[in-house]
C-alpha cells in the first residue's frame, strides 16, 4: 500500500502476487513432504502439517516477520503462545486419526489449550496517547507543516491542562529534522517543564537519517533511534550495489534509514520504558528487555485503507502477553490504545 506515495502504484498488484506465490510454494512444498510421509503412515500427513504450522512463524522473508499463523487465537479463549498452539496442533492430530482413544486424548490436549493470560499492570503514570489524523499525502508537504505543529501543540497543551504526566505523540509526529528546527525544539522544551513530552520526527546525525523518538523533560531532550527497520520501507534488504540500484531507480535516490546498534530504554520519572517505532513493536526483540512498559509510536496512514493496523495491534498482543508486557501505542490514523 506504501508504494501509492513513491509513484509506483504499478507494483501494488506486484507485490501481492510475488508474496501469495512465495508462501502458495511454500506451502505446497510442505503438502508434498506431507503425503510423502503419510506412504509411510497415514497419520504423517497432518503431524508434517500442524509442525509446520508451529515452525512457520520462524520464517522471515527479506526480514518480514508478520506471519505468525497463531495469531488467530488472540482474544480466543485459547492459549497463543508456542506451548498452547502445540496443544491446539496436537490435539487436531489426534481427532483427524477419527478413533476413540486418539480423540478422547486430542479433547484432553484442547482442554489443556484453554488458557487466560493475566493482564500486565499499567505503568504509575498518567499517560496520555495522542491519536493523530494526517494522511500520508499532506504529511511531507512543506505547507502542512505548519497546520501539524498548530495541532500537536494543541493536544499537548489539552494533556498539560488534564495535568497528565506524560503525553504521547505518534512516529513522524513532527516531519522534519526535529533537532535542527530551534524555534520548535524550543517551543517543546519549555512545554516540557510542565509535561513529558514524547513524540517521533527524523533525526539528522554525521550525514545519516535516523527514524527518532524525541523525549523532552524537565526542560531537556534525549533522541532514540529506531534499531528495527521495516524491509523495503525504511531499508532495501539486499547486496549494497542491488539496494543502491532499487534506490536510485524505484525510490528516486532515497538514503536508506541507518538503524540504532542496541535497544534503546529511557527513564520517565523513576519508570522505566522500551522505546518502539511502529514495525519494532511487532519484533519479539523489543519485548527482550528487562522493563515492564513499552511506548510504542506508529504511523498508519502509509497502509490505509487496509487490515495493516489490525494486524499491527494483534501481533503487538500476542508478544504483550506472552512476555507480560504494558505496551502504550500511539498512532497516526488508526486506534490508539494501551495493550496488555
Known amino acids: 500500500m506504501s508504494f501509492r506515495y513513491y509513484d509506483l502504484k504499478v507494483f501494488v498488484p506486484i507485490a501481492i502476487i510475488f508474496i501469495a506465490l512465495f508462501y502458495g510454494v511454500l506451502f505446497k512444498i510442505i503438502e508434498s513432504i506431507a503425503r510423502i510421509a503419510a506412504k509411510i503412515a497415514p497419520f504423517l500427513y497432518h503431524v508434517i502439517l500442524a509442525l509446520a504450522l508451529l515452525v512457520l512463524s520462524y520464517i522471515h522473508p527479506f526480514g518480514f516477520n508478520w ?14 503462545d508456542k506451548l498452547h498452539f502445540a496443544f491446539i496442533l496436537t490435539g ?5 486419526m477419527k478413533k476413540i482413544l486418539p480423540a478422547l486424548l486430542g479433547i484432553t490436549l484442547l482442554l489443556f489449550a484453554l488458557h487466560s493470560y493475566p493482564a500486565s499492570p499499567l505503568a504509575p503514570l498518567r499517560i496520555k496517547l495522542v491519536t493523530t489524523h494526517i494522511p500520508q499525502d499532506k504529511k511531507w508537504k512543506i ?31 513532527y516531519p522534519t529534522f526535529l533537532q535542527r528546527n530551534t524555534a520548535l525544539l524550543l517551543e ?35 533522541i532514540m533511534h529506531k534499531v528495527v527497520l521495516v524491509p523495503f520501507g525504511e531499508y ?43 514495525y519494532e513493536a511487532t519484533a519479539d526483540v523489543i519485548y527482550t528487555t528487562p522493563t515492564q512498559y513499552i511506548i510504542a509510536i506508529s504511523n498508519n496512514a502509509w497502509f490505509l485503507p487496509s487490515y495493516e493496523p489490525q494486524l499491527q495491534n494483534r ?12 505496551v502504550y501505542h500511539a498512532t497516526n490514523i488508526a486506534q490508539t490504545k494501551v495493550i496488555r
Request: with cysteine.
Open 67 to 80: 506471519f505468525i499463523p497463531e495469531i488467530v487465537f488472540v482474544d480466543s479463549y485459547f492459549g497463543y
Open 92 to 96: 487436531l492430530v489426534l481427532l483427524s
Open 143 to 173: 505547507e502542512y507543516l505548519p497546520t501539524i505543529i498548530k495541532q500537536n501543540f494543541a493536544a499537548i497543551d489539552e494533556a498539560i491542562n488534564e495535568h497528565y504526566d506524560v503525553v504521547v505523540l505518534p512516529e513522524s509526529a
Open 188 to 222: 517543546l522544551l519549555e512545554r516540557s517543564k510542565k509535561i513529558t513530552i514524547i513524540t517521533g520526527a527524523l533525526h539528522l546525525q554525521n550525514s545519516r537519517v535516523y527514524n527518532a523518538t524525541y523525549l523532552f523533560a524537565k526542560g531537556n531532550y534525549t
Open 236 to 278: 532495501v534488504p539486499l547486496p549494497k550495489p542491488l539496494g543502491k540500484f532499487v534506490n536510485h531507480y524505484f525510490f528516486n535516490d532515497a538514503t536508506d534509514f541507518t538503524p540504532a546498534k542496541n535497544l534503546q530504554i529511557y527513564s520517565v520519572d523513576g519508570v522505566e520504558f522500551t522505546n518502539a517505532i511502529c
Open 315 to 326: 501481533i503487538i498482543k500476542y508478544y504483550a502477553t506472552i512476555h507480560h508486557k504494558t
